[in-house]
T-cell receptor
């Protein structure tokens, strides 16, 4: 079954305590992306990766890091979380072959609260 | 600046009625336009994807239209059901080289279907 998994699904943490949210996909997709969703603001892209070892900033990258060492995983790292990073986070993946358009699949979301 | 605007922000309709959601965009160069359905607290799920040359696409009771000249799209829901209650998000993809690039998200229309 095609899947995008995120862990943890829920996390409450304190300011400054480093955390990692994992994202894994079993569809061999080249393109992976992280979004945050806040009330009234919609989904905003944090970082994306076109393929292994290739990452780029999205619209709101400040305070986040990512890595893409292998095709299936794209972890989101918050080195020093702050309360303004309290949000609902989604990982998404899609194939990315030149000239073709593919559907994007979203993970189930991670609700993060930073106190 | 690349932008996607959706209207209305929210909508309440009675079960069995039809409705139409609007999306205007200023994205260039254009690759494709997508409509997603997002249930509360869950990841968005794709309804339709349309390229420049397509002006209508259906997925069951959902029909999307695209006017690339006026940069407008609409999503028409026929014979609404209680399960249609969700947020509907319009997303436009920027063309990057010969492939789809960054995705620009609208803030969504929150639809409530009442019995």
């Amino acid at each position: 079954e095609a899947q995008v998994t995120q862990n943890p699904r829920y996390l409450i943490t304190v300011t400054g305590k480093k955390l990692t949210v994992t994202c894994s996909q079993n569809m061999n997709h080249e393109y992976m992306s992280w979004y945050r969703q806040d009330p009234g603001l919609g989904l905003r892209q944090i970082y994306y990766s076109m393929n292994v070892e290739v990452t780029d900033k999205g619209d709101v990258p400040e305070g986040y890091k990512v890595s893409r060492k292998e095709k299936r995983n794209f972890p989101l790292i918050l080195e020093s979380p702050s309360p303004n990073q309290t949000s609902l986070y989604f990982c998404a993946t899609t194939k990315n072959i030149r000239g073709q358009i593919y559907e994007q699949y979203f993970g189930p979301g991670t609700r993060l609260t930073v106190t | 600046k690349n932008q996607v605007e959706q209207s209305p922000q929210s909508l309440i309709i009675l079960e069995g009625k039809n409705c139409t959601l609007q999306c205007n965009y200023t994205v260039s160069p254009f690759s494709n336009l997508r409509w997603y359905k997002q249930d509360t607290g869950r990841g968005p799920v794709s309804l339709t994807i349309m390229t420049f040359s397509e002006n209508t696409k259906s997925n069951g009771r959902y029909t999307a239209t695209l006017d690339a000249d006026t940069k407008q799209s609409s999503l028409h829901i026929t014979a609404s059901q209680l399960s249609d209650s969700a947020s509907y998000i319009c997303v436009v993809s920027v063309r990057y080289g010969g492939s789809q690039g960054n995705l620009i998200f609208g803030k969504g229309t929150k639809l409530s279907v009442k019995p």
